[in-house]
């Protein structure tokens, strides 16, 4: 029963979309200021594909870890001026903390 009323309701939301009918979908804009936006060109960061190991002998420990959350499992590491993001051991992305003025 509730196979058929969910296959109903996407069918249903198909023929809206096709007919031009159905709500406009819209993403939002998101301007940041030039002032607001961290520098990455003044702070040294950890390379994507780096160990933890790599990290760590780098930057030192973290004052702050999360994780691993999920699968693949993935580790946060806060440092005062950054953050690096882990899947398993390795670096998959390194973000600026925004400065707070």
Do not use: C
Request: charged share 20%; proline share 7%; hydrophobic share 40%.
């Amino acid at each position: 029963m509730k196979k058929n009323r969910n296959l109903r309701a996407a069918f249903t939301m198909a023929a809206l979309i096709l007919a031009g009918t159905a709500p406009a979908l819209q993403a939002e804009d998101l301007t940041i200021p030039v002032g607001s936006q961290a520098d990455r060109s003044q702070i040294s960061l950890p390379s994507n594909g780096m160990s933890q190991d790599s990290v760590r002998n780098r930057w030192g420990a973290p004052q702050d870890i999360r994780g691993p959350v999920g699968e693949p499992p993935i580790t946060q590491w806060s440092y005062s001026d950054f953050v690096v993001y882990f899947e398993y051991d390795r670096v998959i992305h390194a973000v600026v903390k925004r400065n707070k003025n």
